[in-house]
Every structure is written in structure tokens, then in C-alpha cells.
């Protein structure tokens, strides 16, 4: 009886070690993801700041011509 307890113990003890794997798996996955959607945002949100930046002034019409009349 004794080693009947012990089996399932042992067969529970696996199965949390291997539930706190997956889990520790999952995790991993998911702040790898995380990380790697934040570099693309931060790269595209610098891209746009730059291109902001170098762009030309906008072009607005002179005041006081004869087209604003």
C-alpha cells in the first residue's frame, strides 16, 4: 500500500515538474514576443519621427495676393 502512494506521488511530482516547464516555456515565448514587437514599434515610431523631422515645411499660400482674395 505504502509503495502504491509512493507511485502516485512520483507520478504527481512529474506531472507538476512538467506542468512548471511548459509554463516556464510559455513565459519565455511570451516576453520573447513581447520584446520583439516592442523593437519593431520603437524602430518604426523612430523612422517616422526622422522622416517627420527632415521633411520640408508645408507650403502655405502667401497673404495679401491676388489668389487669397
Known sequence: MLVGYGLGALVYLALALWALRTARYA?????AL????????EVRATVQRVAAEAAPPQRRAAVGT????
Do not use: G
Request: hydrophobic content about 35%.
Open 27 to 31: 513565459v519565455r515565448a511570451l516576453v
Open 34 to 41: 513581447y520584446w520583439r514587437d516592442r523593437s519593431r514599434r
Open 66 to 69: 491676388v489668389h487669397s482674395q
